[in-house]
């Protein structure tokens, strides 16, 4: 069965601090893989994706994750963060070929201190 | 396209009665989930449907839950009797199958406090 673990259940940092939050996956085959961000009082939100081509994967705001499928891993970065970037972060993945169901992670809760 | 939309946004009932939560995915869309999302567990992936036809209900908690999707814009969750510990906030999400990169898109979601 397919499982996602994120290995920081919360972080702090100051602005302009570098970010990079673990995401690691169990499943053999061909995998899609998401970033989800879920800022205050808000709904989840695609944050970026992986599916296939370059494993650096460029999203919104700044953000960007990297697949490397030797170590069954997607961890999302940004280089300098703001307080805005406050919010929680869920990585999820599917089977390849539009599986079904999207396994999401428990969630990365990311505090921004001004 | 108005996205996902969910009734109600905030629901406050006693413990006993029955809630219902509405969920209207995106026009084109053919696969529904919903989640619960609490502090303690994160967010649980409860039931997903294909073209209206329920695909996984092992989230489903209990017997007291249960969800229907009678056509490709409507689908409901009951619970039926609500608990004190149902209070969460349940999300519904629609994507568009026979996409590779399957994205969800959510809905506000509806936040349940059962007192």
């Known amino acids: 069965a397919q499982s996602v673990s994120q290995h920081n259940h919360h972080v702090i940092l100051s602005e302009a601090a570098s970010l990079e939050l673990g995401c690691n996956y169990s499943y053999g085959g061909t995998v899609n893989l998401f970033w989800y961000v879920q800022y205050p009082g808000q709904h989840l939100q695609l944050l970026l994706k992986?599916?296939?081509?370059?494993?650096l994967v460029k999203g919104i705001k700044g953000f960007e994750a990297e697949f490397i499928k030797s170590k069954f891993s997607f961890n999302l970065r940004k280089p300098s963060v703001q307080w805005s970037d406050t919010a929680e972060y869920f990585c999820?993945?599917?089977?390849?070929?539009?599986?079904?169901?999207?396994?999401f992670g428990a969630g990365t809760r990311l505090f921004v201190k001004a | 396209d108005a996205g996902v939309i969910q009734s109600p946004r905030h629901e406050v009932t006693e413990m006993g009665q029955e809630v219902t939560l509405r969920c209207k995915p995106i026009?084109?869309?053919?696969?529904l989930f919903w989640y619960r999302q609490t502090m303690m567990r994160g967010l649980e992936l409860l039931i997903y449907f294909n073209n209206n036809v329920p695909i996984d209900d092992s989230g489903m908690p209990e017997d007291r839950f249960s969800a229907k999707m009678p056509n490709a814009s409507f689908s409901t969750l009951k619970i039926q009797p609500s608990e004190p510990r149902d209070s969460a906030v349940y999300f519904c999400?629609?994507?568009?199958?026979?996409?590779?990169?399957?994205?969800?898109?959510f809905g506000p979601g509806t936040r349940l406090t059962v007192l």
């Open positions: 999820a993945v599917n089977a390849g070929t539009g599986g079904f169901k999207t396994i």
């Open positions: 999400a629609s994507s568009s199958m026979g996409s590779y990169t399957d994205t969800q898109y």
């Open positions: 026009s084109g869309h053919n696969s």
């Open positions: 992986y599916f296939s081509g370059d494993p």
